[in-house]
């Protein structure tokens, strides 16, 4: 399956999930700056819990992620779950920071 990437505004981060056999879990939302803006719940597992930990509440970031699907049986039911499963992040404000910066120092210049 293809990279997707959505871009939007971090606006929820909920606690980190521990499970008994180790593997940790860390789920958020994220609200995308389309036309009709939409809630997205996505997450990041094991090493990349940190970047979502430590990233603020409002900023706006492009998110990487893979979909993930899975099938659940039990009790004879079978359940299927989606994932969004977050692998990397871009930060949009410093990168319009960094372009500003880069115009400011040619307009100084003595020639």
Do not use: C
């Amino acid at each position: 399956m293809s990279t997707l990437k959505l871009r939007g505004e971090l606006i929820k981060k909920f606690e980190t999930k521990t499970f008994d056999s180790g593997f940790s879990k860390m789920e958020f939302v994220i609200q995308t700056e389309d036309k009709y803006p939409q809630f997205v719940k996505m997450q990041v597992v094991k090493d990349n819990i940190k970047m979502i930990e430590e990233m603020p509440i409002g900023t706006t970031m492009d998110f990487f992620f893979n979909v993930n699907g899975r099938e659940w049986v039990k009790d004879d039911k079978t359940h299927y779950f989606v994932s969004l499963d977050v692998w990397r992040t871009e930060n949009l404000e410093v990168e319009i920071k960094t372009s500003e910066t880069h115009t400011q120092a040619e307009d100084s210049l003595p020639f």
